[in-house]
Structure formats: structure tokens, C-alpha cells
């Protein structure tokens, strides 16, 4: 979004209405605005109500320029304090925004109930709403309002995550679910008629996670040789973004999405020349070396993951401290020093306790201390 859609010209008339925010959840100085507003899923974009400092609307996401200026809308609106509609809306985002989404689900149902599908807001709840299912782990919910919502969303930027989320919902489902593989299908046909569709804009985001989607659709139907398939299909789209950027800040954007493709395609050292630029080009930047030891952790090349790991742990701060801990652990298990991997597991327990609230999760020290374990 930085790299892509904030450098948008289109969004300069905007200014006077908005005062423009960035907070980076991974400093301990911004624990206390985290506490406040929980940041759940990267990125995640907020319009916070000034008077009472409580949040209007959220978006989780990816979004293009147009579907942005369509959130800053709705999020003036919510902040407007309307009724009837509005105010349905409002206090379905309030709810959304403090993260109760058991509570939203429903909110975003009854609004949903009064809106056309042609309506401004109608695809922000749509997506907002499936969300929340996704987030309830009602997956039959999703499903449903996946397969319900998308005719009308079909040629509109919003259609990557209905036919993707709808499909992840349905792959979640119990094996013996009834009408699983159906709805599989279905979504399968979707996500391919939405990355074929060029003439609907789509963030590169969007797109390389539908990618993904059905690479675990092939892998989910025990079919190795369509999911190597659909990969190359991914990384090529991704290359071709990738030629087309202009930036190196946009071009080391795409790197998480290419590197999954790559990975995907049975391709992973492919990601290391890239990696190495963008390293070169942002030297203060923790992420490309511990991309590069992950790499070179899957290709067993344990002296040059060692090195990666440690610039990155140079460079890494907050909570992401833990997760090039973790790496450093599986490459000494990897390479047979279990002693040194479980001291770096406790090492990365330590840390994680040691954190901030707002910055520190008790799923994420519970799942490590069970890493732990297994030594």
C-alpha cells in the first residue's frame, strides 16, 4: 500500500479531511497505541473518530486506490454519526474495529439485510463481514456469503477475496462436509475467472493470494502436478509485476509474494537474487536477510542461513524479534546442534514474555514453549 497506492496523485484531495497516521506495531514506544487499538492482521487501516478516539471503521487489507477512497468515505460517514442505515453501519464498524467480531457478524448482517448490492457500501460490508466469519471460524457462514455476494461483486476489485476466502472457507470445511467439494469447484472457477478478468484492477496483494488459494485447492485434491501448474502461472504473474515497477521500494514490496510463489513452484532459490538486491537497497532493513535465511534453511545451506540470520537479527526490533529467533532454531536443529536450537527457542520465550501489552501474545509464547517441547 505505501509503495503502490499511498503515492497515488488521486489521493491528494483528501488531505484536508484526514489527518494521515502511519504507526509501526513493532516498536515498544507504540505498545500503548496497540493496546488501544489491537492490530490483528497486516495491514490494517483505521478511521478513528477524533472527539471520542474511538475507531469508526477498519479496513483489513489490500486495497486499490478507488477501494480506498471508498473506505475514507464511509469512514467520514460513520464518524458523521447518522440514522437508520448509518447508524446500523456505524455500530456494526465499532464493534469490527474493536476486534468483537462474534458481535459484528450479526451487525453486518442486519445492515447488509437494507443495502443494495449496488449500494457504495455495499462491498466494504460484504468483505468486512466475511471477515468476521472467517475470524469466528464459521466457515459454512463464509461459504455462503461467498457464493451469495459474488455475482454482484464479479467485476469489481472486491471479487479476489470472496472467490479466495470463499474458497479457503470451503477448504477448511470438514472433509465430509456436505456440498464441500462443490463449493470447492465452484470457487476454483471463480479465483481463474478473476485472474483472467484484466480489465477489473486488482492489488498485486490480491492477486497473489488467490494464487495461493488454489495452489492449496490442487494440494488439497492430492493433485501435485495442477498445483505445480497454477505456481508457475503465479510466478509468472509476479515477475511481470516485478518488470513493470518502477521503485525499489515497490519492487521489494512484492518479495513476500514472491518469494511464496517461488516456494510454491519448487522454485525457492530463485528468491535469493532478489533478496540480495533488495538487501543492497535497503541495508537497514531486517526483513531481506531473514527472508534469505529462511531460503537458505529450505535449501540446506546452513552456513550462509546462519549469516542471514544473524544480520537480521541485528537489525530486527519488537514482537518480529521472535520470528528470526525461530528460524535461527531451525537452522541449528537443521544442521544437528539441538543443544543450541532449544537455548535460542528459550532465548525467543524470554523475549516474548518480556514484551509490552499490545505487543505481547499469549498464543505466540503458548505455541513456542510446545516447539519447545518437542526437544
Keep these: 500500500m505505501r509503495a503502490f497506492v499511498f503515492t497515488d496523485r488521486a489521493l491528494a484531495k483528501h488531505a484536508g479531511q484526514f489527518v494521515w497516521l502511519s504507526i509501526d506495531t513493532e516498536k515498544a514506544g507504540n505498545a500503548s497505541f496497540v493496546q488501544r487499538y489491537p492490530i490483528r492482521a497486516w495491514p490494517s487501516f ?69 443495502l443494495s448490492p449496488k449500494a457504495p457500501q455495499y462491498a466494504r460490508v460484504v468483505e468486512s463481514l466475511l471477515f468476521s466469519l472467517q475470524s469466528t471460524r464459521d466457515r459454512a457462514g463464509c461459504v455462503s456469503l461467498a457464493r451469495q455476494a459474488l455475482p454482484s461483486l464479479r467485476n469489481s476489485a472486491s471479487a479476489a477475496n470472496l472467490a479466495g476466502s470463499g474458497l479457503d472457507c470451503a477448504l477448511a470445511l470438514p472433509p465430509d462436509a456436505s456440498g464441500r467439494a462443490e463449493a470447492i469447484a465452484a470457487f476454483e472457477e471463480d479465483a481463474r475467472a478473476v485472474l483472467a478478468n484484466r480489465a477489473v484492477r486488482i492489488a498485486a496483494d490480491d492477486r497473489s493470494a488467490l494464487y495461493g488459494s488454489l495452489v492449496s485447492a490442487r494440494e488439497d485434491a492430492k493433485d501435485s502436478d495442477g498445483a505445480r501448474r497454477v505456481a508457475g502461472g503465479w510466478v509468472a504473474d509476479l515477475d511481470a509485476e516485478a518488470d513493470r515497477v518502477k521503485t525499489a521500494e515497490q519492487h521489494t514490496a512484492l518479495d513476500p509474494n514472491r518469494l511464496g510463489a517461488y516456494e510454491a513452484a519448487g522454485e525457492i532459490e530463485r528468491a535469493i537474487p532478489m533478496l540480495e538486491r533488495s538487501e543492497r537497497e535497503f541495508p537497514g532493513d531486517y526483513n531481506p536477510p531473514a527472508r534469505l535465511a529462511y531460503v537458505y534453511l529450505k535449501l540446506k545451506r546452513y552456513d550462509d542461513a546462519f549469516a542471514a540470520s544473524r544480520r537480521a537479527l541485528e537489525r530486527v526490533y519488537g514482537p518480529r524479534r521472535i520470528r528470526v529467533l525461530t528460524t535461527l532454531a531451525d537452522i541449528q536443529k537443521g544442521c544437528g546442534d539441538a543443544p543450541a536450537a532449544k537455548t535460542t527457542l528459550q532465548d525467543a520465550i524470554a523475549f516474548a514474555e518480556s514484551l509490552p501489552a499490545g505487543q505481547r501474545s499469549e498464543e505466540t509464547i503458548a505455541s513456542l514453549k510446545k516447539k519447545l517441547e518437542l526437544f
Excluded: C, F, M, N
Design 46 to 114: 483505521y478511521v478513528i473518530d477524533p472527539v471520542h478516539e474511538t475507531i469508526a471503521l477498519r479496513w483489513v487489507g489490500g486495497a486499490t486506490t478507488s477501494q480506498l477512497e471508498k473506505i475514507l468515505a464511509d469512514g467520514a460517514r460513520a464518524v458523521g454519526g447518522r440514522s437508520g442505515l448509518e447508524e446500523a453501519l456505524a455500530r456494526a464498524d465499532r464493534l469490527y474495529g474493536e476486534g468483537k467480531y462474534g458481535e459484528a457478524a450479526p451487525a453486518y448482517r442486519d445492515a447488509l439485510g437494507s
